[in-house]
Nanobody, 115 residues
């Protein structure tokens, strides 16, 4: 059974930093990994993705502030968030896609940025 366990987040002051991590278990063939977020009243949106080869993609709203990375040996994806803004407040979900095309989601971790 595939499980994604996230950590990090919490309450952060505007301008501060936070780091999210998400470790996957029960799966060995991972293609892309990524982070999405959902703010209250909004749809879930892409934050950043990283391919198995390390190519990254970011939402325009986080470019230059967030950095996604992964450790393939640990099946873990990270999201370093700097210069946080109140509009970054959301529940952040990690996602992975297997090489067979299946998509899996973590439970979500809340990040609250206070002004």
């Amino acid at each position: 059974q595939v499980q994604l366990v996230g950590s990090g987040g919490g309450l952060v002051q505007a301008g501060g930093s936070a780091r999210l991590s998400c470790a996957a278990s029960g799966i060995s063939s991972i293609n892309a990994m990524g982070w999405y977020r959902q703010a209250p009243g909004n749809q879930r949106e892409l934050v950043a993705t990283i391919s198995s080869g390390g190519s990254t993609n970011y939402a325009d709203s986080v470019k230059g502030r967030f950095t996604i990375s992964r450790d393939n040996a640990k099946n873990t994806v990270y999201l370093q968030m700097n210069s946080l803004k109140p509009e970054d407040t959301a529940v952040y979900y990690c996602n992975l896609r297997s090489t067979l095309g299946f998509s899996y989601w973590g439970r979500g971790t809340r990040v609250t940025v206070s002004s």
